[in-house]
């Protein structure tokens, strides 16, 4: 049954109804009813919540998303773990159904009555951060702009219109500090009450064990460790370089920006010229593999882009699956920079991805964890960056990939900081607006590098992690991110000496979809370990060394 403005109460009845009647299945039978009814319910709730970050002030929109989440979805979280509680009680089913029958232990495992009331209000808090930030705009030269528009902005040659992009920007994010730190300190309540109904320790135990995590936490503070060892040194000797090269006293945050190894600006496209921008990233994918620029194409003669930023859109970008759809959505906010060629060949990473999936007959064979995820998009971004020809001269290529290899080690740095930050949150018994500024304080000096000054920012520079989404609406996940760029750099080795053979290793791991472990997809289907500590972050490192010292 199909969601509407005005049938919300059929909709609901339908919805209880199913579910009663499939609770009272057996067997097989009992799976395949209920993969049935959650993947159809499932698919009209991510369309609302595309449509939701598309449009953060439509009011129709947001009050059809509030009916599912705050009338449905509680009350089919509590059937999918009685689904579940029954699934478990047998062992006699067909081997396809393994990873199925694991996923249905640890729902019920941590389900408790209280919680998908809680959840409903961590919900209606993610989704006010999205409003809030999609409605923040920053001013330059007079004229208004999008809060996601500052990255472009401070791209600029122009000092002064860089110091104002980033003046501005602060302004919105100190003026609304309140409201960010109000909002994420509940959330974290929330969750720690999640994971305490849910007989764990603490939520980092609770989000270990839903995502069905195949490393632990201990995993996570070696990956910090390594980044302090090998790349923060390496963040450092950027900074100098730059520093040197602009001949400045100090180097400030608005000075980090742009690129200091291109001779001018780059505009790889007009983010008004969409098409030239489709057509271009189509183009570099082509050369890597036929089948995916085929399939890239598809989903844009489908209308399954929503590309440039205007006011009023969520932050961010993403690829959003959807089970009984044959194509995913790619949403994302496109200004104009090389960081945007980069998120589209991304995003396509994950849609390709879902489209070798479709051939399952049960979604949760469809379904995969965020590790393989990332890294199907990753490692597609990186190896189409050295083929985005459409877009620049050779020398221009050259520069902008000088910049991304640079930047990617720095990405290595981010990612420790905002993991290692979220831990620390979680670990703190008591968290209120001092502690959680002091915990930000604390993990981001030990990531950021020495040489850049804050001493103008320090209002700014306690508030810089609402500028990341993930740790209000996607907690915990930020290591895959990590994960994927460790994994990318070992199939760019294998792609830069057979790329036939790196293809055929990427494809075969992304087409295993949730029919095996995460850890058997790294091993049977990339080839590579599923490991992110010391050894493979300094070979990651040094691959991406490797790139900056050829393009010299």
Same mark, same amino acid.
């Given at each position: 049954?199909?969601?509407?403005?005005?049938?919300?109460?059929?909709?609901?009845?339908?919805?209880?109804?199913?579910?009663?009647?499939?609770?009272?299945?057996?067997?097989?039978?009992?799976?395949? @009813? =209920?993969?049935?009814?959650?993947?159809?319910?499932?698919?009209?709730?991510?369309? *609302?919540?595309?449509?939701?970050?598309? /449009?953060?002030?439509?009011?129709?929109?947001?009050?059809?998303?509030?009916?599912?989440?705050?009338?449905?979805?509680?009350?089919?979280?509590?059937?999918?773990? @009685?689904?579940?509680?029954?699934?478990?009680?047998?062992?006699?089913?067909?081997?396809?159904?393994?990873?199925?029958?694991?996923?249905?232990?640890?729902?019920?495992?941590?389900? &408790?009555?209280?919680?998908?009331?809680?959840?409903?209000?961590?919900?209606?808090?993610?989704?006010?951060?999205?409003?809030?930030?999609?409605? *923040?705009?920053?001013?330059?030269?007079?004229?208004?702009?999008?809060?996601?528009?500052?990255?472009?902005?401070?791209?600029? $040659?122009?000092?002064?219109?860089?110091?104002?992009?980033?003046?501005?920007?602060?302004?919105?994010?100190?003026?609304?500090?309140?409201?960010?730190?109000?909002?994420?300190?509940?959330?974290?309540?929330?969750?720690?009450?999640?994971?305490?109904?849910?007989?764990?320790?603490?939520?980092?135990?609770?989000?270990?064990?839903?995502?069905?995590?195949?490393?632990?936490?201990?995993?996570?503070?070696?990956?910090?460790?390594?980044?302090?060892? %090998?790349?923060?040194?390496?963040?450092?000797?950027?900074?100098?370089?730059?520093?040197?090269? *602009?001949?400045?006293?100090?180097?400030?945050?608005?000075?980090?920006?742009?690129?200091?190894?291109?001779?001018?600006?780059? &505009?790889?496209?007009?983010?008004?010229?969409?098409?030239?921008?489709?057509?271009?990233?189509?183009?570099?994918?082509?050369?890597?593999?036929?089948?995916?620029?085929?399939?890239?194409?598809?989903?844009?003669?489908?209308?399954? $882009?929503?590309?440039?930023?205007?006011?009023?859109?969520?932050?961010?970008?993403?690829?959003?699956?959807?089970?009984?759809?044959? %194509? =995913?959505?790619?949403?994302?906010?496109?200004?104009?920079?090389?960081?945007?060629?980069?998120?589209?060949?991304?995003?396509?990473?994950?849609?390709?991805?879902?489209?070798?999936?479709?051939?399952?007959?049960?979604?949760?064979?469809?379904?995969?964890?965020?590790?393989?995820?990332?890294? !199907?998009?990753?490692?597609?971004? &990186?190896?189409?960056?050295?083929?985005?020809?459409?877009?620049?001269?050779?020398?221009?290529? /050259?520069?902008?990939?000088?910049?991304?290899?640079?930047?990617?080690?720095?990405?290595?740095?981010?990612? !420790?900081?905002?993991?290692?930050?979220?831990?620390?949150?979680? @670990?703190?018994?008591?968290?209120?607006?001092? @502690?959680?500024?002091?915990?930000?304080?604390?993990?981001?000096?030990?990531?950021?590098?020495?040489?850049?000054?804050?001493?103008?920012?320090?209002?700014?520079?306690?508030?810089?992690?609402?500028?990341?989404?993930?740790?209000?609406?996607?907690?915990?996940?930020?290591?895959? %991110?990590?994960?994927?760029?460790?994994?990318?750099?070992?199939?760019?080795?294998?792609?830069?000496?057979?790329?036939?053979? !790196?293809?055929?290793?990427?494809?075969?791991?992304?087409?295993?979809?949730?029919?095996?472990?995460?850890?058997?997809?790294?091993?049977?289907?990339?080839?590579?370990?599923?490991?992110?500590?010391?050894?493979?972050?300094?070979?990651?490192?040094?691959?991406?060394?490797?790139?900056?010292?050829?393009?010299?």
């Amino acid at each position: 049954m199909q969601l509407t403005s005005d049938n919300h109460d059929e909709f609901k009845e339908w919805a209880f109804n199913t579910v009663e009647d499939i609770k009272k299945l057996e067997g097989v039978e009992l799976i395949e @009813k =209920s993969e049935e009814f959650f993947a159809d319910y499932y698919d009209q709730y991510a369309e *609302l919540q595309v449509k939701h970050t598309q /449009r953060t002030n439509d009011e129709i929109v947001d009050k059809e998303l509030s009916f599912m989440r705050d009338e449905i979805n509680p009350v089919l979280a509590e059937a999918g773990a @009685k689904i579940a509680e029954k699934v478990i009680k047998r062992d006699d089913y067909p081997a396809q159904f393994k990873e199925y029958v694991k996923s249905a232990r640890v729902t019920h495992e941590l389900f &408790h009555p209280d919680i998908p009331e809680l959840q409903k209000r961590a919900a209606r808090l993610e989704t006010d951060y999205e409003k809030k930030y999609g409605s *923040l705009t920053i001013e330059v030269n007079g004229e208004k702009f999008p809060v996601t528009k500052a990255g472009k902005l401070l791209e600029s $040659f122009d000092k002064d219109i860089r110091k104002e992009a980033w003046n501005s920007l602060k302004k919105a994010f100190v003026e609304n500090q309140e409201f960010f730190e109000k909002n994420y300190i509940e959330l974290v309540n929330l969750r720690k009450k999640i994971a305490e109904k849910a007989g764990c320790k603490d939520y980092i135990e609770y989000i270990f064990k839903a995502k069905l995590r195949e490393y632990t936490p201990q995993d996570c503070y070696d990956y910090h460790e390594a980044v302090k060892k %090998y790349v923060v040194p390496r963040i450092n000797e950027f900074q100098k370089k730059r520093k040197s090269i *602009l001949n400045v006293e100090r180097l400030y945050p608005y000075d980090c920006g742009f690129s200091i190894n291109a001779k001018h600006e780059l &505009h790889p496209f007009d983010p008004k010229d969409e098409k030239k921008f489709v057509s271009g990233i189509k183009n570099a994918i082509n050369k890597i593999s036929p089948d995916i620029a085929k399939h890239f194409q598809e989903m844009y003669d489908n209308k399954r $882009f929503d590309l440039i930023a205007r006011e009023n859109k969520a932050p961010g970008g993403y690829n959003m699956p959807f089970v009984t759809k044959p %194509y =995913s959505f790619i949403f994302m906010n496109a200004n104009g920079t090389h960081r945007d060629l980069n998120t589209l060949c991304h995003e396509e990473g994950h849609a390709w991805h879902g489209g070798l999936t479709m051939k399952y007959k049960y979604p949760f064979e469809k379904d995969y964890s965020a590790e393989v995820a990332e890294t !199907a998009s990753t490692f597609l971004e &990186h190896v189409s960056s050295e083929k985005l020809n459409d877009f620049y001269s050779d020398e221009e290529l /050259r520069w902008a990939l000088k910049d991304q290899w640079a930047s990617e080690i720095g990405l290595l740095s981010w990612v !420790a900081t905002i993991d290692k930050f979220q831990h620390e949150v979680f @670990k703190t018994d008591v968290l209120d607006n001092e @502690k959680l500024r002091e915990i930000w304080k604390s993990v981001s000096k030990e990531f950021r590098g020495e040489v850049v000054d804050w001493e103008n920012d320090l209002d700014f520079e306690q508030i810089k992690y609402a500028q990341q989404l993930h740790p209000f609406t996607h907690p915990f996940y930020y290591i895959e %991110y990590a994960i994927c760029f460790i994994a990318s750099a070992q199939l760019m080795k294998i792609f830069s000496e057979n790329p036939k053979e !790196a293809l055929e290793r990427y494809n075969k791991g992304l087409s295993l979809g949730g029919t095996v472990s995460t850890k058997e997809v790294y091993e049977t289907g990339f080839g590579i370990p599923l490991k992110f500590g010391e050894e493979q972050v300094k070979l990651a490192v040094e691959l991406y060394e490797k790139k900056l010292k050829e393009l010299e």
